[in-house]
C-alpha cells in the first residue's frame, strides 16, 4: 500500500465499526477501571421513529445520566439508545464475538460532556463518545424491554415519537459488567471515528416475539406504503492497527 495511501488511510478509515472481536486475542489491561453507570430515570424523554431505526432520548442538558471509569477519561453523558436486528433470529448484531452473530444488539450512546459542549461537536473527536453495546440472546421474554416495546405501537411510523417517562435503562443491564473495549466508529452515517466501544462481555435476553415486534417497524412515513424495517445492522470491518482490550482475565 503507497505510503499516501496508508497515510490517507490512517487519517480516514482505518478504525471503523462494528468489528469482530477475537476473545482469545483481547488483552486483559490492569489499568482498566470497573465501568460506573449513575443513570437517573428522570432523564428518560421519548422514543422516535428514526427511519432505520427508534431511538429512545434522554434529556442531555446537565450530567444527570452519566457513565465514567472504564476505559474512559471523564464523564460522559447518556444522549440516547436504540437497537440493531436482523430479518431473521439467525442475523442482527453489529459486533461478532469469536464468529458467532447474536440476533440483536442495543446501542448505549454517551458524548464526552466533560470535554466538548455539545453532543456534534463531541461526534468530531476520537474521545468524543462512549457506546456501550450490548448483545442480546433468544430467552425468555425480558420484561423491562417489554415497556419499550408496549410503546412502539406509538411510533410505527417514520418521523413519530412518544413520550417515555421515568425509564429505568439501568435495569435493563447484566448485572456482569465486564466488557472489552476498543477505538472505533458510528456504525451508521456519517460514520465517524469518534466512538470508545464498550462491548459488554454478557448478553441479555429477548424473546423471540419479542424481536419480532422490531420488525413491525416502519421506515416509511404515515401516509407512504409501509415497508417495514427488517433489518439495521452494519457488516464487520477490518481491525487494521486496533487492539482490542478486556476488563477482565
Ligand atoms: N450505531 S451507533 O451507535 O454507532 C450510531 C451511529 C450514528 C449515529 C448515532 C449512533 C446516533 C448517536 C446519537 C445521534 C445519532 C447520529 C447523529 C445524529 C446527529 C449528529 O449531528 C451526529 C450524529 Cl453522530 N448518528
Ligand atoms: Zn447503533
Known sequence: MGAS?????????????????????????????????????????????MGHCFNVEFDDTADMSVINDGPLTGKYRLRQFHFHWGSTDADGSEH??????????????????????????AAKHPDGLAVIGVLLKIGEKNPVLQTIIDNLGQVKTKGKEHMLIKYELSSMLPKDLNYWTYPGSLTTEPYFECVTWIVLQHAIPISSAQLTQFRGLLCTAENEKPVPILENHRRVQRLHDRVVRSSCT
Open 5 to 49: 495511501h496508508s497515510h490517507r488511510n490512517k487519517h480516514c478509515h482505518s478504525h471503523q465499526s462494528p468489528i469482530n472481536i477475537c476473545t482469545k486475542k483481547a488483552r486483559h489491561d490492569p489499568i482498566l477501571k470497573p465501568l460506573n453507570i449513575q443513570y437517573d430515570s428522570k432523564t428518560s424523554k421519548r422514543i422516535v421513529n
Open 96 to 121: 461478532v464475538i469469536d464468529g458467532k452473530v447474536y440476533p440483536a444488539e442495543l446501542h448505549i450512546v454517551h458524548w464526552n460532556s466533560h470535554r466538548y459542549p455539545t453532543f456534534e461537536e
